[in-house]
């Protein structure tokens, strides 16, 4: 009898501690599901705030080159410190400590509020500090807009946290959507010649130059690593880069020497190489420097001076 007594007993206390567990378990998972639901939140945040700063750094970027070109143009000069502009533009809204109102909405600190502001809708906060800001070119026709930031994301209901230094990078801004600063400072302003990129290629097929010749009349580019490149021309840098681009100035829109290479970066600087080659075929006063005569192909076709 006392042995089936504490068999009995035995059972009861096993289905206790069975019930227990399994409770225990059951409010564990319980308790589980909505944090799990809070971190898939915070893990989608997160991915939003990974697409939402290149796409803001493309949009300020692509304002930021429309008002350095447009105070090149209203200067007459080119950009004295393109770098520190650019960071200025980005970081202020302003150039030369003047507020610019294409700026709105574009710019560091509005970056932060939008971010903050999308943050708070899931109970969140979002921190960028010590920010670095890099404008460089990868290849001829993009403008690339880089950012490196710590980055700190916070849950306000304490379950998650992020904290990391990332570097966020543009949509590529294509330079093929304005004004050649060349053109712009070489000519007062009364000529401009927007970036178009060539298709006329090849230039020439034997002695065929009609690609040649409509490249010319449109002043179209092709790249070129003797040339300087988009970035260099809005600061006057004339030096040959392997991001360069090209275009040939069509004399006939201008009022100036006619016995120059029409290259222009050579045709707006105080360079004038020798000897010069004309093309056959070409008009007279097309002319080309040696170097340029392998990048157009008309080497066999031309003749010095």
């Known amino acids: 009898m006392n042995k089936k007594a504490m068999f009995f007993t035995i059972l009861v206390i096993a289905m206790l501690l069975l019930f227990l567990v399994s409770y225990s378990f059951s409010s564990i998972v319980k308790n589980r599901k909505p944090i799990e639901r809070r971190i ?3 893990n989608s945040f997160v991915f939003s705030v990974e697409k939402d700063i290149p796409r803001m750094l493309y949009i300020s970027g692509f304002r ?16 004295s410190n393109l770098n520190q502009t650019l960071n200025e533009l980005f970081y202020n809204g302003s150039i030369n400590g003047n507020q610019e109102e294409l700026m709105r ?18 109970n969140a906060d979002v921190y960028l500090s010590n920010p670095f800001l890099e404008v460089t ?25 992020w904290n990391r230094t990332s570097t966020f990078v543009s949509n590529p801004i294509s330079v093929e959507s304005f004004e050649d600063p060349l053109y712009v ?21 034997g002695s065929d ?18 040339a300087p490149s988009f970035l260099q021309r809005l600061e006057g840098d004339f030096t040959a880069s392997e991001n360069g681009i090209e275009s040939l100035v069509y ?14 970066y050579i045709y707006f600087s105080t360079n004038n190489p020798s000897p010069l080659y004309r093309v056959t ?25």
Not at 251 to 257: E, H, M, Q, R, Y
């Open 40 to 42: 898939e939140t915070m």
């Open 64 to 79: 930021s080159i429309l008002l350095v070109e447009k105070n090149i143009l209203e200067k007459g000069s080119y950009a």
């Open 105 to 122: 909405g574009a710019n560091f600190s509005d970056i932060q509020n939008f971010l903050s502001e999308e943050a708070r809708r899931i």
């Open 137 to 161: 070119q990868d290849d001829p026709w993009n403008i690339k807009y880089s950012l490196t930031v710590d980055l700190l994301i916070v849950d306000r209901a304490n379950l998650s946290l």
């Open 185 to 205: 400072v070489g000519t007062g302003g009364l000529v401009t010649n927007k970036i178009n990129r060539t298709s006329y290629i090849p230039f020439v097929d």
């Open 209 to 226: 130059v009609s690609n040649l010749s409509a490249h010319l009349a449109g002043s179209d580019y092709t790249n070129s690593s003797l």
């Open 251 to 264: 004399l006939p829109t201008l009022s100036g020497p006619l016995n120059k290479c029409v290259v222009d």
């Open 281 to 305: 075929g070409m008009q007279a006063w097309f002319k080309l420097n040696n170097e340029s005569l392998d990048i157009y192909g008309v080497r066999n076709i031309s003749y010095e001076v």
